[in-house]
């Protein structure tokens, strides 16, 4: 296979991708996540100073549902076992962080 040959099939198989907005945005999900995490925990700490001594529960659940959902969907594309592993352990703190919450809206604490 010539030089010219594989330049061709190249740009066949990348059609219409742009590789520095794909790192971009990979980065940018980065960011926001971390961000996410941050407003998370002031939420928290302000609910829990400012109204009835208890950590928001339904932000973490959302955050946690966030987290998960990325690392499975990062696991069936990608088949990679320590993907599946941090996605099930994000899932887990969301429903521990959901139970939480359900508790907390019913009165059962």
Same mark, same amino acid.
């Not at 700490?45 to 928001?56: C, E, T």
């Not at 659940?61 to 966030?66: F, I």
């Not at 990679?80 to 359900?102: K, S």
């Given at each position: 296979m010539e030089r010219d040959e594989i330049l061709k099939k190249s740009r066949e198989e990348n059609k219409d991708r742009d590789f520095v907005e794909e790192a971009a945005l990979s980065r940018a999900n980065a960011v926001s996540l971390g961000v996410g995490m941050i407003v998370c925990g002031l939420l928290s700490? +302000?609910?829990?100073?400012?109204?009835?001594?208890?950590?928001?529960y339904s932000v973490w659940?959302?955050?946690?549902?966030?987290q998960a959902s990325i690392f499975l969907f990062k696991y069936y594309r990608l088949r990679?076992?320590?993907? +599946?592993?941090?996605? +099930?352990?994000? +899932?887990?703190?969301?429903?521990?962080?959901?139970?939480?919450?359900?508790r907390d809206l019913l009165g059962m604490a």
């Open positions: 700490v +302000l609910s829990a100073a400012f109204q009835d001594g208890r950590p928001n659940t959302v955050m946690w549902a966030m990679r076992r320590h993907e +599946l592993l941090l996605g +099930l352990i994000y +899932l887990a703190f969301c429903v521990t962080f959901f139970v939480f919450y359900l």
